[in-house]
């Protein structure tokens, strides 16, 4: 092979080829080189490195060509829903359970400790059944001391009506006696009187005589009224004794009736629903002791996401299912406040229950918002939210392609579509979270 003015450097040796290979400098170590057989293993080199540079940017094109694609789906795992345009009943969903109407809690009068358990829960009541029975040793000593002051009372009564009727008895006989005495004065002073006349008596006797009936008759006046303030003290006194004994009965009734209470009633028929007491535990005052509802007067009391729960209000229409048994009710009370968030929503249920409802069964309940008029709407996708907007993928042949779309009022499986779609086209219902860095997918 020809070479013409070829010039090699390498560190500090020089070469310099010329035609035929005449014409070489020599390096300073004083040694010669090999040129043809150098050249063909640098070539070689050279190609090997282009080689190696070229397969690695086929390599990186290939990838970039391969992260670009769209990514594929299969379209029978896809839920696609279409546009459709027409009237649109606005429900909202929300489960709960069935809870009595009227519920009477029984509770214990006064701390006490469980004694025997009579009925267990289910069973059947009437008012005036003993569920329970509770002992208070305080209780019962206070009807027996209750007890001994009325007999103290009642003693005490006899006693002094027989002080005050011998009182009365004693100022009687006063009076009588004075009384007797009186009319023996005046029969001696009309006698006095009728010898003056006759000149038998002197004036002196005769008027002494009449002033001694005059005296006797003004005591015997006095002694009347004291015997009249007897007998009126008599009475009162008599009186307010029997008014503490009364109050005192009274009293002892009401001990008696706290001793009576420890033996609970369920007060209302109906079921016992709960009883969460056992012999020998001690019970607080107060404190709730069993459940007796009604089981013939049940509502379902729903738990509805707080975000659904502003537009229902009382008097809506309500279908709540029990397990298969569909009951039509109303709205009859919207909690004010939201708990875990739920709102608690009571439904007033219409016409007779079937058998298998009973206190807190499991039921899912909707309730009828308003019925819209002629608009666009399309079933809920797993991505969107009533009155906002979602990127959604709309089914374009074989292809899905991601759109903005403006969602309105929301139902329970249709929302209402504001702008971004048109009667008759098809979006992706399904969650496409997965999705999230493509504006496109194929579809098989």
């Known amino acids: 092979m020809t070479m013409a003015n070829l010039q090699i450097h390498r560190g500090d040796e020089t070469v310099r080829v010329s035609d035929g290979g005449a014409g070489m400098d020599q390096p300073r170590g004083g040694r010669g080189l090999d040129l043809p057989r150098r050249s063909r293993k640098r070539r070689r080199l050279v190609l090997a490195i282009v080689g190696v540079a070229a397969a690695l940017g086929g390599a990186t094109y290939a990838l970039r060509r391969v992260s670009g694609a769209a990514p594929t789906a299969d379209r029978d795992e896809l839920w696609i829903g279409t546009v459709e345009r027409g009237p649109l009943l606005l429900q909202v969903q929300g489960q709960g359970s069935l809870v009595p109407e009227d519920v009477h809690w029984v509770s214990a009068p006064m701390a006490g400790r469980v004694v025997r358990v009579l009925v267990q829960p289910g069973a059947v009541v009437h008012a005036h059944d003993v569920l329970l029975e509770l002992s208070n040793p305080d209780a019962e000593l206070a009807a027996l001391d209750a007890d001994r002051e009325v007999s103290a009372a009642r003693v005490q009564l006899t006693t002094l009506q027989a002080s005050l009727d011998g009182q009365v008895l004693a100022q009687e006989s006063?009076?009588?006696?004075?009384?007797?005495?009186?009319?023996?004065?005046?029969?001696?002073?009309?006698?006095?009187?009728?010898?003056?006349?006759?000149?038998?008596?002197?004036?002196?006797?005769?008027?002494?005589?009449?002033?001694?009936?005059?005296?006797?008759?003004?005591?015997?006046?006095?002694?009347?009224r004291r015997l009249g303030a007897l007998r009126r003290g008599q009475a009162a006194q008599l009186k307010a004794q029997q008014e503490q004994i009364a109050r005192l009965e009274t009293l002892a009734a009401f001990r008696h009736h706290q001793v009576e209470s420890l033996r609970l009633e369920a007060g209302y028929d109906g079921v016992l629903q709960d009883m969460t007491l056992q012999a020998g535990q001690s019970v607080a005052a107060g404190a709730p002791c069993a459940k007796v509802v009604d089981p013939s007067r049940l509502k379902a009391q729903l738990r509805i996401p707080e975000i659904q729960a502003k537009d229902v209000g009382v008097g809506l229409h309500a279908t709540v299912d029990l397990h298969g048994a569909k009951v039509e009710g109303t709205v009859s009370r919207v909690d004010p406040a939201a708990v875990g968030g739920t709102v608690k929503v009571d439904v007033a249920l219409d016409g007779a229950l079937p058998k298998a409802a009973r206190p807190d069964l499991t039921v899912d309940g909707m309730i009828e918002l308003d019925r819209t008029g002629d608009i666009l709407h399309v079933g809920r996708p797993a991505l969107g939210d009533a009155q906002g907007t979602a990127n959604v993928f709309k089914v374009v042949g074989d292809e899905a392609v991601?759109?903005?779309?403006?969602?309105?009022?929301?139902?329970?499986?249709?929302?209402e579509v504001v702008r971004g779609l048109a009667a008759g086209d098809r979006i992706i219902l399904s969650d496409t979270s997965r999705w999230d860095g493509v504006d496109r997918i194929r579809l098989k």
Do not use: C, H, W, Y
């Open 402 to 415: 991601r759109v903005p779309v403006a969602f309105g009022r929301a139902s329970i499986k249709d929302i």
């Open 174 to 224: 006063t009076v009588t006696t004075l009384d007797g005495d009186r009319a023996m004065a005046d029969k001696r002073a009309r006698i006095d009187s009728d010898m003056k006349d006759q000149g038998v008596v002197a004036s002196l006797d005769a008027e002494e005589s009449s002033a001694k009936s005059e005296q006797l008759a003004g005591r015997v006046r006095f002694e009347q």
